[in-house]
Every structure is written in C-alpha cells, then in structure tokens.
C-alpha cells in the first residue's frame, strides 16, 4: 500500500520532476544535478588545461627566445601615444621624402602625419567599427611618382605611389580587432613591395587603384575617403606638421580618441616574422619573447 501510495503521488508531478522525486526516495543522486556537476567539473578541467598548454608553450618560446640571437629589430613596435607628436615613430611626410620637385606641394600638400578618422555620428556601423581602432595612422613619406601628364601646364592626370607596408609608415593600435581583423591580414595579403596606387585626375580627386575608392579634397588638412559609394567615409586628417607640430586641432582630439590604447607598427618588411609575431600577440605572448622567437623560426 505504501508503494501504490507513492506511484499515485508520483502520478500527480510532471515526468521529469518524478524521477527527480523516485531517485531522492531510493537515495540516488539526482539525474539533473548529476549533469550539472559534471559539465561544471568538465568545463573547470578543460580551463586549467588550457593554462597547463599555454604555459607549457609560453616556456618552450621563452627557452626559444633566450637562446636566440637579438634581431636588429621586431616585426611588431609597439608605442604609446607620446605627449610630443615628433617622437611618432611614423617617418614622417616632407616635401623632401614626397615624391620628386615635380609634385606640385602648393596644391597637393600630402606632408606630416594623417589620421585615418572616422565620425561615429554618421552611421551605427561607423561608430563600431571607430570603437575596434583597427587601423590609425598613414603617412605618404618615401612615396614616389611613376606617371605624369606628358601635355600642358600641369603634372595631372598623375600617379602617385604610396609604400603603406614599409615599417614605420602605418600604424594600428594594440586591440584585438586591429590584430585580427587589419594586421593579419595586411601580414598575409599585403606584399611590403607593393604601394597604394593614386590615380590623380587633379589636384583634388584621385582614385586608389585596387577598388578601394575615390580620394577626395575636402580641406588643407582633410581628404575624404568614400567607401560603399559614399555610404561609409573616412576622413583622412592631418594631426602632425610637416616640421613635426601637432595640428592645432586635430592633435587633441586624436590623443583624446586613443586614450591608453597602444600605436602598433611594422618594424620589419619580413613577412614570415609580421605573421609570426602578430599570431603570438593575438595569443599575448609578451612582445619580449615573441619577437626573438620569431627571428628564430623565420630567420
């Protein structure tokens, strides 16, 4: 009677709450918090296992690193945002170093160091993407000129070439987004011997070959760079003179924008090393070991 008594109460819960109800009564542990307890103790393993292997391997680079010969220099730099813009380890644009005497720098003045700002107010998918800091400065130092007007008065139509991959003459920033989702992929796809090409039609429109999109002069110190057919711009801004002088404007605001948030550049042209050594900073492997253990593996 005892036993019907209990079928019957057990007759009246739902089906998941009476084996609950039968397995606390026969004094088995219950089903469900069985399951909890083991993915619980499945996931706290697999954690510590995951410390275990990055330590493991974090020593391996580290022995890797300490028997390895300093390179000159690493494929990754890392710098602060300095409170005096001439010490950018950006090279800086002159009307020296920009292409040759016959760009015309009075019209065109692609001198200093350029801020590749976005406007958050313009679009949600702008302001995102302006959160990530995946790509943050330019400078058009060392660029050159390989076509010219052959008629009239002026150099236009021209071609200007931009070498935007040599070490010190693009910047990103320490976040994962610009690790992932700019300098890996520069790391793999962009050849450090290949420059943006601009394709001048005039003094103020150029289009960068490549399908990138129109170059377009908004003021002395701003360029506009259409994306989408205009939907999604940047506005290419200069923050640094060319004598090495914050921009009055504009030096503020980017300090301001990048808060504590690292500048990161190419310090080598190596490809292997740049894959290496970005692979390693996305896992944080300490710029210390990653740089000499990838001098190692790739020479």
């Known amino acids: 009677m005892q036993v019907v008594g209990r079928t019957q109460r057990v007759g009246l819960v739902a089906p998941e709450e009476a084996q609950s109800l039968i397995a606390r009564q026969q004094g088995k542990e219950d089903p469900s918090t069985s399951c909890c307890k083991s993915a619980a103790q499945c996931c706290g393993n697999c954690c510590v296992g995951c410390l275990v292997l990055y330590a493991v391997v974090l020593l391996f680079l580290a022995l890797v690193a300490f028997f390895t010969p300093t ?48 406007v958050d107010s313009e679009d949600e998918r702008i302001a995102t993407y302006n959160s990530q800091k995946r790509e943050i400065l330019v400078t058009f130092a060392d660029s050159w000129l390989s076509e010219v007007s052959s008629s009239g008065d002026t150099i236009f139509p021209a071609i200007l070439r931009q070498p935007s991959q040599w070490p010190y003459h693009w910047a990103y920033s320490q976040t994962h987004w610009s690790m992932i989702g700019q300098m890996w992929g520069h790391a793999n796809n962009w050849d450090p011997a290949t420059p943006l090409t601009y394709r001048f039609d005039n003094s103020t429109y150029a289009l960068i070959a490549g399908d990138i999109g129109p170059f377009i002069f908004k003021n002395e110190d701003e360029w506009i760079r259409e994306n989408y057919g205009g939907e999604l711009n940047y506005y290419l801004t200069r923050i640094v003179e060319e004598n090495g002088s914050p921009h009055p404007v504009w030096w503020k605001q980017f300090v301001e924008w990048m808060g504590s948030t690292q500048l990161v550049f190419w310090g080598a042209d ?30």
């Open 71 to 118: 390179p000159d220099g690493c494929a990754l730099i890392f710098a602060n945002v300095p409170g005096n813009p001439i010490d950018l380890p950006l090279v800086r644009g002159t009307q020296a170093n920009i292409a040759d005497a016959r760009w015309p720098s009075d019209e065109v003045d692609l001198t200093g160091i350029w801020w590749i700002r976005w």
């Open 270 to 299: 190596n490809k292997c090393r740049k894959q290496c050594e970005v692979i390693m900073s996305i896992f944080v492997i300490p710029s210390s070991i990653s740089c000499d253990a990838c001098h190692h593996f790739c020479g």
